[in-house]
């Protein structure tokens, strides 16, 4: 059974980090694409992040790139989402998913992706 619980997400003042959690179950992580999703409220959900099947190469949206960086731990099934000079417009529901097996991160439209985990909430206020 695939499933992603993600992990990691808090009240943070802006210019500080977090590190997010996506722990995956019921499947070998390297073989398929893991994104990172955000779901802020009146907005529509947008793909921040994105780590490829297989070659590991990377996709960031325009308002991360340089900030957010994803990465993964094969040897924990675990990909993260570190995020350093967060903004109050980073302040939105986190949520990862996966696409595969062995398939591109589709320019991390949320619409190719599945198994979608609960969600992690990281509000940067002051």
């Known amino acids: 059974q695939v499933q992603l619980v993600e992990s990691g997400g808090g009240l943070v003042q802006p210019g500080g980090s977090l590190r997010l959690s996506c722990a995956a179950s019921?499947?070998?992580?390297?073989?398929?694409?893991i994104a990172w999703f955000r779901e802020a409220p009146g907005k529509e959900r947008e793909g921040v992040s994105c780590?490829?099947?297989?070659?590991?190469?990377?996709d960031y949206a325009d308002s991360v790139k340089g900030r957010f960086t994803i990465s993964r731990d094969s040897a924990k099934n675990t990909v993260y989402l570190q995020m350093n000079s967060l903004k109050p417009e980073d302040t939105a529901v986190y949520y990862c998913?996966?696409?595969?097996?062995?398939?591109?991160?589709?320019?991390?439209?949320?619409?190719?992706?599945?198994?979608w985990g609960q969600g992690t909430q990281v509000t940067v206020s002051s």
């Open positions: 019921g499947f070998t992580l390297d073989y398929y694409s």
């Open positions: 780590i490829r099947s297989g070659s590991g190469s990377t």
């Open positions: 998913a996966v696409r595969g097996p062995f398939l591109s991160c589709s320019s991390i439209r949320g619409e190719n992706f599945g198994s």
